[in-house]
């Protein structure tokens, strides 16, 4: 514990509605061993409609590490600032009422950043989908996939299918750990992005010149949408905010972001009145079903019949559900002719 009597480490954990899942991810949280350091999780509840309120309240009665606060916007980015808001530590870092966390979690983050003078002022981990009934399974499956994770850095494993003890990272982030005055200086989350919000963060870190780096032994456990149009919801959402954060951060738009938008451009393509335009379009989308099969055929010995079978629907709902609110991202905020220009140019943002 810190001199003055706070904690070493603030926790800031958005919750919205999580009443099935919620006092197991608490109580993994509760488990963190920080090597004789302190810390405190802060809850903060978008007013949620269940009983995760009640839940939180009840923990906090009986554990004085846990706190809650009000977030009456209700959204990700304004519960993140709400909770670092009512912060103490000198050390600050997120986790996901979605996901398990590693017990050394927050100790391996601020390690990392107390090495040394090497420009990482943010550490996060892998992640690791984790089914739990439904369609989680398949899209754990799908998850674990070039089709579903695209290029980004926080899901890709070595070809051997280990995780490397440390990877840089672009805007591809989940969760993480800061030193406090890193996250006060970039003036916390942006509201405006009430999803992709970590991506955004992450931009601005990268434009400064800070390193982000995701480390193995950080690596998190994460439950997927088990619903259909739980996953279409959400995967439309990212994709839409995505286009916002390409837009207001040009070097953040890589050419794996383009691939889904492709893809439903060329299903609408298919009933085109050209014929010429229809057989391409149907040429395109019958190599996508292909290599749709061939991904699923790789899944087949990590995961039940059942899910395997899924996984080419899981994917399609991802890649169609990011393409089209991407495409309607693009139409809200426009498009950054400098980020059109770095691709043209063959420029790569490090991962």
């Known amino acids: ?19 099935a899942c919620i006092e197991q991810t608490v109580a993994a949280m509760c488990a963190q061993e920080l090597d004789g350091r302190t810390f405190e999780l802060v809850f903060a509840d978008g007013r949620s409609r269940d009983r995760t ?17 009000d977030n009456p916007a209700r959204t990700t980015a304004a519960g993140l600032n709400a909770a670092l808001a009512a912060a103490r530590g000198r050390y600050v870092a997120r986790m996901d009422a979605h996901a398990f966390f590693p017990s050394r979690y927050l100790a391996a983050g ?54 490397p003890e440390e990877r840089e990272l672009d805007t591809g982030v989940f969760a993480g750990v800061w030193r406090r005055e890193t996250v006060d200086e970039l003036g916390g989350w942006d509201a405006g992005w009430p999803v992709n919000q970590d991506s955004e963060l992450a931009a601005r870190v990268l434009e400064r010149g800070g390193r982000i780096v995701c480390r193995a032994e950080m690596a998190a456990e994460y439950l997927p949408r088990s619903r259909p149009g739980a996953l279409w919801r959400q995967y439309w959402r990212h994709g839409f905010y995505r286009a916002k954060t390409n837009r207001r951060h040009p070097g953040s738009l890589r050419r794996t972001h383009l691939l889904p938008p492709a893809v439903v451009v060329t299903a609408a393509l298919t009933l085109a009145p050209s014929r010429r335009v229809r057989r391409a379009a149907l040429a395109g989308m019958g190599l996508y079903g292909a290599a749709l099969a061939a991904t699923t055929a790789g899944t087949a010995r990590h995961g039940a019949p059942r899910d395997v079978a899924r996984v080419p629907a899981a ?4 890649h169609g559900a990011w393409g089209l609110g991407f495409l309607a991202g ?11 220009a770095r691709l043209v140019r063959g420029g790569r943002r490090r991962r």
Do not use: Q
């Open 1 to 19: 514990m810190s001199g003055d009597g706070r904690p070493d480490v603030s926790v800031l954990v958005p919750v919205l509605d999580e009443e």
């Open 53 to 69: 309120r009640e839940i939180l309240e009840r923990i906090a009665a009986r554990d004085p590490r846990v706190r809650v606060v």
């Open 110 to 163: 601020i390690e990392r950043l107390e090495r040394g003078d090497d420009g990482v002022v943010w550490v996060a981990g892998p992640v690791v989908p984790r089914a739990h009934g439904g369609w989680s399974g398949a899209v754990a499956l799908a998850l674990g996939t070039r089709l579903g994770v695209g290029g980004s850095g926080k899901w890709r494993r070595n070809g051997d299918g280990e995780l």
């Open 315 to 318: 994917l399609a709902i991802m």
């Open 330 to 340: 693009v139409a809200r905020f426009g498009v950054s002719p400098a980020a059109v």
